[in-house]
Every structure is written in structure tokens, then in C-alpha cells.
């Protein structure tokens, strides 16, 4: 099926979506469901379910999809899902709540109140204090940015624990002094929920119950870690990357405030909505003061839990989300009553989540809101023949590759696998983007594509190279150089036993020894290598891991683990300097 068909069918899909005062089988489908459509048949999203804010009040929710791939239970309002590092601001407002009580301060040293574990001391705290405004606020100087999570089945550590780094992540630690940066830290929100447990002397799931969530009429969330098998019942799977289930689900995250609140679109925007009664004065949960010092920026763009953008009549807060097989998205306005709330089953590196709430803000007029738009262009008659020419793979950054290919007719990025944002060849020859105002052309050498420049809006430009083509549509080809086809096969083997066959492997780049360390299971048990095609890069400028790259050499990969489309980049001692595994 074409993705336009698969487009048309999702239209069919529809029935899931609701809105206020209006039946479920009687909403006809409108521009939001078509777009919304359109976004998880191009991305693969099993389910999504939003809530829109207006005058300070839900107006519409609505779901769809289904809860598990494969499956035939329909996502609806009441659906519920990971919200990730959404947990942090819902969090946040339990510690702020003891500030208001004079039970905790803003600006003193957090060890002065923690019993249970303390932040250990050492040269940078005995310059600056670890505080609660530095923890809320990301800029204590604490170390582990996330959390992946506990298998449903695995033993699960105590918050004391996670802190010391007896779970799966490291130890919690001042690494920088505090204050003097922002640095993003699941860690430091790991504190402040010690810091709130010790304090109120209550779990912190149940305290959070009590004082955040029923107050502000959040009652199909909770923090508890693991769920109630009541409210397990009504959870939406958790898909990978990959689009493939989480196994037993979901994960389990004892870092409740960093990562562990369950929750619907709905109860996220009575969070929203309840930030914005607290700036009006009209809310018990919190005072004005001390929401409006929440809603000031500190550093970074976060204030005391969201993230925080423009002042005035059009501030906005918001925060993103994500946990093993969810992403969430949530941005609303402090005065002016406007807001969204998205949430899928599956984790999504590209823009579509975005892509939504820019449509309904937009469609709904929020003041002062800036979203991206494309450059209107005349198509060229040559842009098949161009699209054909340009799709392949680019090193957009070190170590960081774009991929281009046609589908359906069409020019799109590649993410993860999967077609993101859509390009058009204009009549003047640029490549541009649909959506932003972002364009390229391509660079020929003697006939053959060699790279791409982009184009900046503001007259500059920038080379990127050429890594080399798609695998789509290509046989193996006779390997000219079957030694060093030998040379990657035994690098392969080092990469999958890691440790020191990596170290001390002579077909590796020094980079390459220093940053495989870990085992690479894919390549266990290769069963044979087949040579696809090679193209000389060399003064392209691609670099891996210090080292220039001539070469790169595309194989299929038969190994236990399945097949696998590897790219190989070889430096000019014929040493493997790196590999990327691609889906195309």
C-alpha cells in the first residue's frame, strides 16, 4: 500500500476521537484529525491522545489509534500514559508547596533538610550550596541527565539507592559548581524527591496524591511506582524506537519526580490550567508569589520546573517528555488561558508531536506564538530526476548523518527508519523544505554528487558531504578488495566481544578503540559479510573519532541477530574507524 493509501485509511480510524458535547459516532473529521492523521501514518505511531486549552478551560479531546500495536483496544481520553520528564514540573509544585509553608527555603543548602541521604560534600559545594531553586531550576551542578527505567520484572532501588548509583545509572554527584551553569538533571529532581519525602515524612507518591494531584483534579495520575492494577488496566504499550513493544509493556521508574508520573492529556492540562489559576490568584495549591517565581526564568529558558518563553501577556511554560516508549509534549500560557497537551505510545525523534501543536496554535490564534512555515516555490519539471540524484546519506555533523530518499514520489529525511520532514526541488534548482525556512543544492563533481551546501536564509552557506547511497534497490556487487573485507569481519568480531578484543585490536582506529567498549551484540555470531558498494570520500572532510575518512564500504550483514545494513568508514590506513547501522 502507498502511503497515501495508508494515509486515506487512517482517515477510517477516526472514530476514537472525541470532543466535548458531541458524540463519539457522529464527529465528522476535520482539518485537525487529517493533519494528526497524516503525521502518525508517516511516523508509525501506534496511538496519540491531546487535550486543547481555551479561556482557561478543556475544549476539546480527543484520541487515536489503538493502546498495542497489533492490538484492537482503542486509545481514548482516559488512556493512560507515561508522561516522562513531564513528571519534574507536576513534581516541582510539592516541593514549592513547602516553600509557601515556610517548611523549606528557595536559597538554603538542601543537606540542611535531607535525612535519609545527603548530597556529599566536596570542593564545589564548599564554594556554592546545592538549593532547591539550583535543583528545580537545573543548574545545582548534579550529574545523570536521565533515568532508562526498570523491566517490569527487575528489582527495583530505593530513591537513596538511585542516588549513590546502585541502580543502572551512576551516581548522583556536584561535578560543576553550583549555579554556575544549566545542565539538564534527572538527578537533581531525584534529590528534591528525597528532599520532599524527608521533609513531610510521607511517601512521595502518596504525599503527591494528596497535596498535587486531587487538589488540582488530576485523578486518573499517579506517581506510584509500580501502578495500581486498576490503573494498569487502562495504560496504553509502550513502543520503541523501532516501533517495537517495550517488553512487559512499560518500564518502572522508582525517580518518580524525574520521570514516574502516569497521566492523560487531560489531567497534564488541569496541571496547565492550575498554573494558570495560581498567576491569578485563584488557586489553594499554590501561592501567587511563589508561582509567579516558578513561571521566572532562572537560566536556560527554565523557570522552577517548566521551561518558560516570553513574559508578560504572552508568557508561556511548557515541557517535553520521554520514558522507554513514550513522548509527551506539553506548552500553555500563564495569562492569556491558552494551551495543549500531546501524548503518544511511542518514542519519536522527529517533529511530528511538534508539528501538531504548531497546527492548533495556529488554527486557534494564539498570540505572539512563532511557528516555522516553507518557502512557497515553483517545482521543478527536473525534480524526479533530482530527487533521485540527491537521495543518499550526507555528514550533516560529526558523527551525525542525514539521510535523504524518495517515497511515494516525494523527498523526505529520514528518522530512525522512517520518512520525516518533506523537501521540494524548486525551478531554481534549491532543494527546500516544506516547513521552515531551510534549503540546500547539490554539489556535482564531474557528474557525481559529491555533497550538498545548505543554504542559510541569511545569505551564508555551509558544505556537507557525501557519506554515500541507499541500500535500497542494490545487489551485492564483486568486492575488489576482499582484504579488507577480511579486516572488517574480524573488526566486527571485536566489536561484538568488546573490552580488550576492542583495545587491542589492530584494525581499529585509536578512536575507535577508545569509544567501543561496550559489546555490540548485533554482530555476535556473523555468518557472512556480502560487499554491496564502496565510495572513495577521501577529502570530503568526514571525520570519525578523530580520524579522516577515504573510505566508505557498505555491507549486508547475516548474523544471529538478523540481517543488517552496515556502512563502514575506513581511514587511509585501511583501519575501521567507525560503523553506522542504517535502515536504508
Not at 291 to 309: D, H, I, N, R, S
Not at 344 to 362: E, G, M, Y
Not at 435 to 462: C, H, Q, W, Y
Request: glycine share 8%.
Amino acid at each position: 500500500m502507498t502511503y497515501a493509501g495508508r494515509f486515506a485509511c487512517a482517515l477510517l480510524l477516526l472514530a476514537s476521537a472525541s470532543s466535548p458535547g458531541l458524540a463519539q459516532s457522529t464527529r465528522k473529521p476535520d482539518a485537525l484529525d487529517s493533519m494528526v492523521a497524516e503525521q502518525m501514518q508517516r511516523r508509525d505511531i501506534v496511538g496519540l491522545s491531546l487535550a486543547i486549552i481555551d479561556s482557561g478551560r478543556i475544549v476539546d479531546t480527543r484520541s487515536y489509534g489503538f493502546t498495542t500495536r497489533g492490538g484492537r483496544e482503542r486509545v481514548t481520553a482516559s488512556t493512560l500514559f507515561q508522561a516522562g520528564s513531564i513528571s519534574k514540573p507536576v513534581a516541582a509544585l510539592a516541593a514549592l508547596q513547602l516553600v509557601d509553608k515556610g517548611a523549606v527555603s528557595l536559597d538554603a543548602n538542601v543537606n540542611d533538610k535531607l535525612t535519609s541521604w545527603r548530597v556529599p560534600d566536596n570542593e564545589f559545594t564548599q564554594k556554592e550550596s546545592v538549593t532547591l531553586r539550583r535543583l528545580l531550576s537545573h543548574t545545582a551542578g548534579l550529574t545523570v541527565h536521565g533515568f532508562p527505567g526498570y523491566p517490569v520484572t527487575a528489582r527495583v532501588p530505593s530513591t537513596p539507592d538511585v542516588l549513590d548509583g546502585k541502580g543502572n545509572t551512576p551516581a548522583v554527584r556536584v561535578n560543576v559548581l553550583p549555579g554556575s551553569i544549566w545542565r539538564y538533571s534527572g538527578g537533581g529532581y531525584t534529590v528534591m524527591q528525597q528532599l520532599v519525602a524527608d521533609v513531610t515524612g510521607a511517601p512521595f507518591a502518596s504525599h503527591l496524591e494528596a497535596q498535587v494531584l486531587k487538589p488540582l483534579g488530576m485523578v486518573s495520575s499517579s506517581f506510584a511506582q509500580p501502578l495500581s492494577a486498576s490503573m494498569a488496566a487502562r495504560t496504553a504499550t509502550a513502543h520503541r524506537l523501532d516501533r517495537r513493544p517495550v517488553v512487559g509493556r512499560w518500564h518502572v521508574y522508582p525517580e518518580m519526580a524525574a520521570a514516574g508520573l502516569w497521566t492523560t492529556p487531560s489531567d497534564l492540562a488541569r496541571y496547565a490550567i492550575g498554573v494558570q489559576q495560581m498567576m491569578a490568584g485563584k488557586s489553594s495549591v499554590l501561592s501567587t508569589s511563589v508561582a509567579k517565581q516558578m513561571l521566572t526564568e532562572q537560566k536556560g529558558g527554565y523557570g522552577l520546573g517548566p521551561a518558560v518563553a516570553d513574559t508578560g501577556a504572552t508568557l508561556r511554560f511548557s515541557h517535553n517528555g520521554r520514558d522507554e516508549g513514550f513522548d509527551a509534549s506539553l506548552i500553555a500560557y500563564a495569562h492569556a488561558g491558552h494551551g495543549v497537551v500531546v501524548m503518544i505510545n511511542a518514542n519519536d525523534n522527529s517533529r511530528a508531536v511538534q508539528r501538531i501543536i504548531d497546527f492548533i496554535a495556529l488554527r486557534r490564534g494564539w498570540p505572539a506564538y512563532r511557528a516555522p512555515a516553507g518557502e512557497a516555490v515553483t517545482t521543478s519539471p527536473d525534480a524526479p530526476k533530482i530527487m533521485a540524484t540527491v537521495a543518499g546519506r550526507y555528514e550533516f555533523q560529526n558523527n551525525n548523518m542525514l539521510t535523504l530518499f524518495v517515497q511515494d514520489g516525494k523527498l523526505f529525511t529520514d528518522v530512525n527508519g522512517l520518512p520525516d520532514e518533506e523537501w521540494v526541488v524548486a525551478s531554481d534548482g534549491r532543494v527546500v523544505s516544506k516547513e521552515r525556512p531551510a534549503a540546500f543544492k547539490p554539489t556535482m563533481v564531474d557528474g557525481a554528487i559529491t555533497g550538498i551546501t545548505l543554504l542559510a536564509a541569511n545569505g551564508s552557506s555551509r558544505p556537507v558531504p557525501r557519506v554515500g547511497p541507499l541500500f535500497v534497490d542494490r545487489a551485492t556487487t564483486p568486492d575488489a578488495d576482499t582484504a579488507m573485507t577480511a579486516r572488517v569481519t574480524t573488526a566486527l568480531g571485536n566489536f561484538a566481544k568488546g573490552g580488550d578484543y576492542v583495545r587491542t585490536s589492530p584494525v581499529l582506529t585509536e578512536g575507535a578503540r577508545s569509544v567501543f567498549g561496550r559489546p555490540s551484540p548485533e554482530f555476535a555470531d556473523v555468518r557472512s559479510v556480502s560487499h554491496v558498494t564502496t565510495e572513495s570520500v577521501a577529502g570530503r572532510g568526514i571525520i570519525r573519532h578523530g580520524h579522516a575518512i577515504v573510505r566508505v564500504i557498505h555491507y549486508r550483514i547475516a548474523a544471529a541477530s538478523g540481517t543488517h545494513h552496515a556502512i563502514v568508514l575506513v581511514d587511509d590506513q585501511n583501519r575501521v574507524a567507525d560503523f553506522d547501522l542504517v535502515s536504508r
